[in-house]
């Protein structure tokens, strides 16, 4: 029943958001979601099956980007007829949780570049930005901006206010996640509602602590092992200076 009400609100939305894009679900995503969600799942686990949907919501937000006709010979001397890629592309993390995003996109796009925001939320308005590494000439690039989950969308829309600000146009930014609350969803698209949104799930809604139901948790925390004592906590790393 719950996947038959997350499927009428994955509809809803998409009807009322043309640039809300949620990736056709199957039995693997299904058992992908289901695993990564199990708050049993070890770590490793859950690192394994995470960066498994993270590829899949990389490599089909690459397909909303804009390509050119491009002909090449084959080996056995005969013309295809294909397409070049955008050649004009970054990503952008939110720190700390986009971070897991990162080898994905490198995985796909080689030598990509990668800039970084930090946000620091406190409940559901309080958002400071307090790091901000991006590429000089990122106001020339198409953006995949990179956070796995949209909650309240507050957090978004400070990262996507900021790349606006820095010259990225809208219509030039997608905007990659695991799963999505619909506030979320609602706020971001009337906020920007030239930007693209690449999501593998819709979720039901928040509850009163603002947190997406039914969720993953603390995905940061669960990624990067940081929710157990004998684990460092992860920084703002110095690869934002080696990617911009």
């Known amino acids: 029943m719950q996947h038959i009400r997350t499927k009428l609100g994955q509809h809803d939305l998409c009807k009322i ?20 969600r199990d708050s049993q799942t070890t770590k490793h686990d859950f690192v394994f099956y995470a ?32 397409v070049d890629f955008c050649k004009r592309l970054c990503g952008v993390s939110v720190v700390r949780s986009g971070e897991s995003m990162e080898n994905a996109l490198r995985a796909c ?11 620091h939320r406190e409940g559901d308005n309080g958002q400071n930005l307090i790091y901000e590494k991006l590429p000089k000439d990122i106001a ?16 978004a829309v400070q ?22 609350a619909p506030q979320g969803v609602h706020v971001v698209c009337k906020k920007f509602p030239r930007i693209k949104i690449v999501t593998s ?20 925390d669960r990624y990067f092992g940081t929710d157990d004592d004998d684990q460092p906590m992860v920084a703002v790393t110095a690869a934002a200076k080696n990617d911009s």
């Not at 796009?109 to 946000?119: A, F």
């Not at 020339?140 to 957090?155: E, K, Q």
């Not at 809604?205 to 997406?212: A, C, I, P, Q, T």
């Open 17 to 36: 958001y043309p640039n809300l894009y949620v990736i056709q679900s199957t039995f693997q995503i299904r058992g992908m979601h289901t695993l990564i």
């Open 51 to 82: 960066d498994r949907l993270i590829r899949l919501v990389v490599e089909h937000g690459l397909g909303h980007l804009p390509f050119t006709e491009k002909q090449v010979i084959t080996p056995t001397g005969s013309v295809y007829t294909g």
């Open 109 to 119: 796009c080689k030598g990509i570049k990668i800039g970084k925001i930090l946000i």
């Open 140 to 155: 020339d690039r198409h953006v995949l901006l990179l956070d796995p989950i949209l909650g309240t969308g507050n957090s």
């Open 159 to 180: 990262a996507i206010s900021l790349l606006v600000r820095k010259g990225v146009p809208e219509p030039n930014i997608i905007f990659l996640n695991l799963i999505s």
């Open 201 to 220: 799930e819709i979720e039901t809604g928040l509850n009163e602590d603002f947190r997406v139901v039914p969720g993953m948790g603390e995905f940061g």
